[in-house]
């Protein structure tokens, strides 16, 4: 009986360890999945990419090194997976209000100019992003703006 009792603990350890720490409509790994695709949108990712992409999502959401490592690998795996945005951004969009969808695509810009160069293939997708989160274009320019000024000083 104590084997029986010790191995049902033991399941219910592993399933524990098992878990992902981000579901699939957590914002966290929404906004992670969608900078991953814009910065890997030219066909490569650079140090310097990545590099910004964690510092935003930890300052942002407060994660630990550990933590963001967890959510760069799911954020890769579900891009990965996804066949398009949308489940993305209407998982955002469901937990922002405007204003915060907003800085999130403030934060995709950040994405784009991370490596000092913003290509084609990363602004079309920003802009399907703001699309989709019903950012508006004239806040989707500004924050283009603002991000560009930040980075060119």
């Known amino acids: 009986m104590f084997d029986a009792l010790k191995k049902l603990f033991q399941a219910e350890d592993e399933e524990a360890v098992k878990k992902p720490l981000f ?34 999502l930890t300052d942002e959401y407060g994660l630990s090194k550990g933590e963001m490592e967890a959510l760069y690998e799911a954020a890769r ?15 955002l969009k469901r ?25 084609e293939f990363e602004d079309n997708v920003v802009w399907r992003i703001a699309q989709l989160m019903e950012v508006e274009t004239p806040d989707r320019i500004a924050m283009k703006q603002r991000v560009r000024a930040r980075r060119q000083s």
């Open 23 to 56: 579901d699939d409509d957590d914002q966290r790994l929404a906004e992670a999945a969608l900078m991953f695709h814009v910065i890997a949108s030219d066909g490569k990712i650079t140090d310097g990419e990545r590099e910004r992409m964690e510092a935003l």
């Open 77 to 91: 795996d579900a891009e990965h997976e996804a066949i398009d945005l949308y489940g993305f951004t209407s998982t």
């Open 95 to 119: 937990h922002l209000d405007r204003e915060q969808r907003i800085a999130i695509i403030e934060r995709m810009w950040e994405m784009v100019f991370a490596d000092g160069v913003m290509h």
